[in-house]
C-alpha cells in the first residue's frame, strides 16, 4: 500500500526510470509490445546519449580479455540497422547511420607494431580489418597528415548521428503511447518488503512502483532502472547494484564545415596523439565530432581549456585542415563505467525485489548497445530469455550478501 497521504495519480505496466537512449528505446519497444509504459525523468539535457561520438564500434573497441563484450556488442551492430529502419519509418526523420567503416592509424613504427598487435587479436575473432601504407591511407582520407606510418581499415565499424537518433526514438516512444513525467525517481517501492532500504526488502518482495522527487508515486509491477550514471542513486536497488555503476567523464568536441567547403573526412579516424586516443567522427551534415576524454571525476560535468586544447591540438594533428574548421560546441558528459567495463541488462534476480530489472552501465558503447538492449529488456518483461550473448551481462554478478548467486 502507498504511504498516507502519498497520491498514486498513474499507474503503468512497466515504469522506467531515466530517458536517455538506453531508456528511450526501452519504451519505445515495450510500448509497440503492447505493454502501457510511463518513463520518469527530470530533464533530458545531462544525458550521455546527447554528448556521445555515435560510433558503432564494435571491432575498433575490440580488447584483449574482452570477449564477451565483443559478442553483445556484435549482436548489437547485427541488430542495429533494422531497428534504425523502422525507427526511421515510424518517424520519417533520417538519423545518419553510416557505415564507411574506421580506419585507425599510427605515427611511428611502435605505435604501428601496437596497432598490429591489436589487428591480429581482432582478425583472430573474426573480425574484417585491413593493413595499410601511408600512401593507400591518405588514398582513403587525402586531409591525412603525410606523417602517417601506416593503418589499418576496419570496415565492420560504423555510426549514427546519436543526437537525431535519440530525437527519433523519443518521437517514436510518444506515437507508440508511452506517457513522460517529468521528475527524478528517487526509490523502487516494494511490497512484502522494506520500501527504499539498501537491500531492498527480502526474497518474497516485489515491485510496486517508484518515488518521485516531488512526492507522487507511480504504481507498477516492473520498474527499469536505466539512469545512466545515476542508477546508483535511486534507492531500493540492492547494494551491490548501487556501488556498481560510476560515472566517467568525457569531453567532446563539435565542429563544422564552414558555408562551401566540402567534406573533409569520409572515414571515423582514430588515432593514439602522446599517448592519448583521439578519434573524429564525421556526420552527414557536415558535422565532425572530436573526442574524447576519459576522467575519473565524478559527477563533473564541466568543460576545461585544457581539454579542448589538447583534443584540438590532437585533432590537427591527424587531420591539419581541421584548424579551419569552425568550432561549434564543447561538451562533457558521463558514461555509466562498471568494474568489467560490461553493461547491467536483466532481471535484477535473487534477493532483489521480484519484477526490478536493470538496463544500465553500457559505459562506451550505450548509443551501439541500445537496440539489443531494448530487445533484451522487452524479452524480460514479456517473460522471454533474452539472446543468450547477455548472459555474462546480468545484474547478478553484482550482487552480493543474501542476494549472490
Ligand atoms: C564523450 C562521450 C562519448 C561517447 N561516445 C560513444 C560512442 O561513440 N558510441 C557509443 O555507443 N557510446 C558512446 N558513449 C557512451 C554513451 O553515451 C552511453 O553509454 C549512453 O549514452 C548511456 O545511455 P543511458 O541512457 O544509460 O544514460 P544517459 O544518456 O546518461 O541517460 C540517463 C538519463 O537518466 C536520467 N536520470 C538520472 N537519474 C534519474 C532518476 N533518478 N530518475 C529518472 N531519470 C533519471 C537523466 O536525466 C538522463 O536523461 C559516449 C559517452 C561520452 C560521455
Excluded at 105 to 122: E, I, K, S
Excluded at 203 to 219: K, T
Excluded at 390 to 399: A, I, N, S, V
Aim: proline share 6%; charged share 20%.
Amino acid at each position: 500500500m502507498p504511504a498516507k497521504g502519498v497520491l498514486v495519480a498513474v499507474t503503468a505496466d512497466v515504469v522506467i526510470a531515466g530517458g536517455g537512449v538506453i531508456g528511450t528505446a526501452i519504451a519505445w519497444r515495450a510500448a509497440a509490445a503492447g505493454l502501457d509504459v510511463v518513463l520518469a525523468d527530470p530533464a533530458h539535457g545531462d544525458a550521455a546519449s546527447l554528448v556521445a561520438a555515435g560510433m558503432l564500434a564494435p571491432v575498433s573497441e575490440a580488447l584483449f580479455g574482452e570477449g564477451a563484450l565483443l559478442r553483445v556488442n556484435l549482436l548489437a551492430l547485427a541488430r542495429f540497422p533494422s531497428f534504425a529502419a523502422e525507427l526511421e519509418q515510424v518517424t520519417g526523420h533520417r538519423v545518419g547511420l553510416r557505415r564507411e567503416g574506421t580506419l585507425a592509424v599510427a605515427y611511428d613504427a611502435g605505435d604501428y607494431a601496437a596497432l598490429t598487435r591489436l589487428t591480429a587479436f581482432r582478425r583472430s575473432a573474426g573480425l574484417e580489418a585491413e593493413e595499410l601504407d601511408s600512401r593507400a591511407c591518405r588514398k582513403l582520407e587525402s586531409f591525412l597528415t603525410p606523417d602517417v606510418h601506416g593503418g589499418v581499415l576496419f570496415p565492420g565499424d560504423w555510426s549514427v548521428d546519436n543526437r537525431r537518433y535519440v530525437a527519433a526514438l523519443r518521437e517514436a516512444a510518444a506515437s507508440a503511447g508511452v506517457r513522460v513525467v517529468r521528475d527524478r525517481v528517487t526509490a523502487v517501492l516494494t511490497a512484502g518488503g522494506a520500501d527504499g532500504a539498501d537491500g531492498a526488502g527480502g526474497a518474497d518482495a516485489r515491485v510496486r512502483g517508484v518515488a518521485l522527487a516531488e512526492g507522487g508515486e507511480i504504481g507498477s509491477g516492473r520498474v527499469v532502472v536505466a539512469a545512466g550514471s545515476w542508477s546508483g542513486a535511486v534507492r531500493g536497488l540492492p547494494a551491490g547494484l548501487r556501488s556498481a555503476v560510476r560515472p566517467v567523464k568525457g569531453q567532446l568536441l563539435r565542429l563544422r564545415h564552414p558555408d562551401g567547403m566540402p567534406p573533409v573526412l569520409t572515414h571515423t579516424i582514430r588515432a593514439t596523439v602522446r599517448g592519448a586516443d583521439v578519434y573524429l567522427v564525421p556526420r552527414a551534415d557536415g558535422e565532425v565530432i572530436v573526442g574524447a576524454t576519459q576522467e575519473e571525476r565524478g559527477p563533473d560535468l564541466t568543460v576545461t581549456a585544457g581539454a579542448v586544447h589538447d583534443l584540438l591540438h590532437d585533432a590537427m594533428s591527424v587531420l591539419p585542415v581541421t584548424s579551419e574548421l569552425i568550432l561549434a560546441e564543447t561538451c562533457a558528459g558521463l558514461r555509466p563505467g562498471t568494474p568489467d567495463n560490461g553493461p547491467i541488462v536483466g532481471e535484477a534476480g535473487p534477493g532483489a525485489p521480484g519484477g526490478l530489472l536493470l538496463a544500465t552501465g553500457h559505459y562506451r558503447n550505450g548509443i551501439l548497445m541500445s537496440a539489443a538492449t531494448a530487445d533484451a529488456s522487452v524479452a524480460c518483461l514479456t517473460g522471454r530469455a533474452p539472446a543468450p550473448e547477455w548472459e555474462p551481462f546480468g545484474p547478478g554478478r553484482f550482487l552480493t550478501g543474501e542476494g549472490a548467486r
